[in-house]
T-cell receptor, first 120, second 115 residues
Framework: GAVVSQHPSRVICKSGTSVKIECRSL??????MFWYRQFPKQSLMLMAT?????????EQGVEKDKFLINHASLTLSTLTVTSAHPEDSSFYIC????????????????FGPGTRLTVL | AQSVTQPDIHITVSEGASLELRCNYS??????LFWYVQSPGQGLQLLLK????DTLVQGIKGFEAEFKRSQSSFNLRKPSVHWSDAAEYFC?????????????WGLGTSLAVNP
């Protein structure tokens, strides 16, 4: 159990277009999901916390209007990169902690396989 | 503020040799501690975690880690490295209470394995 999927796994788009990335918890509910960005050979940078039924919480320096997050249900969060530019090219990863876990595993997060975005 | 330090950016070991990857953290209380591995082009896989109890935790793929409160460390070890262990390793810490589930991440250690 505790599988998180992301779709698409890879996407190539033209500059100026918008790209939507989906993150799904396949076998558990996730009120909260996290979106990360990872540059080559670097660590994960938390972009935002996606909250089901409410607005996402963005980390400092992340443009809310550029990276739109919608947590439509307890198993789906989407990240839309609007008007993408080459500098948005990156590896985007989502994660989700399982709801209603015993407190001992409260913080364990399950990661999606990531989405490689290339903006031409 | 919490932080995670992985002092070694890159490590190279020979296959069959032992391995230790270092992780130090700064946190106000005892955090939850994690080690993740990321193979090239792949997502993150949890190797092991520490929440409480025995300070020596066993993980998958023959890895173990020891939590040392006095040193604020959570070093990852493996007695005999395999070529397939070449990957990026990340240490992460998170709060052990409350609704804040954010993890703080180290910068990662890149492991290369020589045949």
């Amino acid at each position: 159990g505790a599988v998180v999927s992301q779709h698409p796994s890879r996407v190539i788009c033209k500059s100026g277009t918008s790209v939507k990335i989906e993150c799904r918890s396949l076998d558990f509910q996730a009120t909260t999901m996290f979106w990360y960005r990872q540059f080559p050979k670097q660590s994960l940078m938390l972009m935002a916390t996606s909250n089901e039924g409410s607005k996402a919480t963005y980390e400092q320096g992340v443009e809310k209007d550029k990276f739109l997050i919608n947590h439509a249900s307890l198993t789906l969060s989407t990240l839309t990169v609007t008007s993408a530019h080459p500098e948005d090219s990156s590896f985007y990863i989502c994660s989700a902690p399982r709801d209603r876990e015993p407190s001992i595993t409260y913080n364990e997060q399950f990661f999606g396989p990531g989405t490689r975005l290339t903006v031409l | 503020a919490q932080s995670v330090t992985q002092p070694d950016i890159h490590i190279t070991v020979s296959e069959g040799a032992s391995l230790e990857l270092r992780c130090n953290y700064s946190y106000g209380a005892t955090p939850y501690l994690f080690w993740y591995v990321q193979s090239p082009g792949q997502g993150l896989q949890l190797l092991l975690k520490y929440f409480s109890g025995d300070t020596l935790v066993q993980g998958i793929k023959g890895f173990e880690a020891e939590f040392k409160r006095s040193q604020s460390s959570f070093n990852l070890r493996k007695p005999s490295v395999h070529w397939s262990d070449a990957a990026e390793y990340f240490c992460a810490v998170g709060p052990n209470a409350g609704n804040n589930r954010k993890l703080s991440w180290g910068l990662g250690t890149s492991l290369a394995v020589n045949p």
